[in-house]
T-cell receptor
């Protein structure tokens, strides 16, 4: 059974810092990995999707990497801003189901 | 970007009552899903639906749950006799083809509170 773990569970940084969020998964037989943003009590906003054949994807200040063989992904956020404060979830796709991690709660302090 | 729409955004019900959560998937999508997130816990898969049939379901999706596509646009999740532990955020998602590597589009969720 696929298990997804995210470290750290919470992270607090000053504005302007670059930061890395980590995601690991136990079964490397995945189709893709997706990073989501979730604001408190709100829905899931898709940030980046990396196919299993890809190594990374970039969107603006976000860069996600995937090392499928080692079961790891990172989300790099450059020049963090207070508006980036949210919970970041990673999810892996296997057999038409997404398995989610428990998220990293990010706080960017002004 | 196209959107998945869920209504209502919040639903409060009494234990034992039936609730129906509604979703309008993206119009040309063929695969539909329900996920839920209990407060403080992970988002969990409930069920997938294709061609008017359940494609896959998790252990959570027991006999009190049912899904339906009553017309060409809506996709519903019915909980027959709600329990306190059904309180959660319920997310609908849709995919264009059901390919296992495709991006799923999620709605903004329905927060269900069972009292």
């Amino acid at each position: 059974k696929q298990e997804v773990t995210q470290i750290p569970a919470a992270l607090s940084v000053p504005e302007g810092e670059n930061l890395v969020l980590n995601c690991s998964f136990t079964d490397s037989a995945i189709y893709n990995l997706q990073w989501f943003r979730q604001d408190p009590g709100k829905g899931l906003t898709s940030l980046l999707l990396i196919q299993s054949s890809q190594r990374e994807q970039t969107s603006g200040r976000l860069n996600a990497s995937l090392d499928k063989s080692s079961g790891r992904s990172t989300l790099y956020i450059a020049a963090s801003q207070p508006g980036d404060s949210a919970t970041y979830l990673c999810a892996v796709s296997s057999a038409r189901q997404l398995t989610f991690g428990s998220g990293t709660q990010l706080t960017v302090l002004p | 970007e196209p959107e998945v729409t869920q209504t209502p955004s919040h639903q409060v019900t009494q234990m034992g009552q039936e609730v129906i959560l509604r979703c309008v998937p993206i119009s040309n999508h063929l695969y539909f899903y329900w996920y839920r997130q209990i407060l403080g816990q992970k988002v969990e898969f409930l069920v997938s639906f294709y061609n008017n049939e359940i494609s896959e379901k998790s252990e959570i999706f027991d006999d009190q749950f049912s899904v339906e596509r009553p017309d060409g646009s809506n996709f519903t999740l019915k909980i027959r006799s709600t329990k306190l532990e059904d309180s959660a955020m319920y997310f609908c998602a849709s995919g264009a083809t059901g390919a296992p590597n495709e991006k799923l589009f999620f709605g903004s969720g329905t927060q269900l509170s069972v009292l």
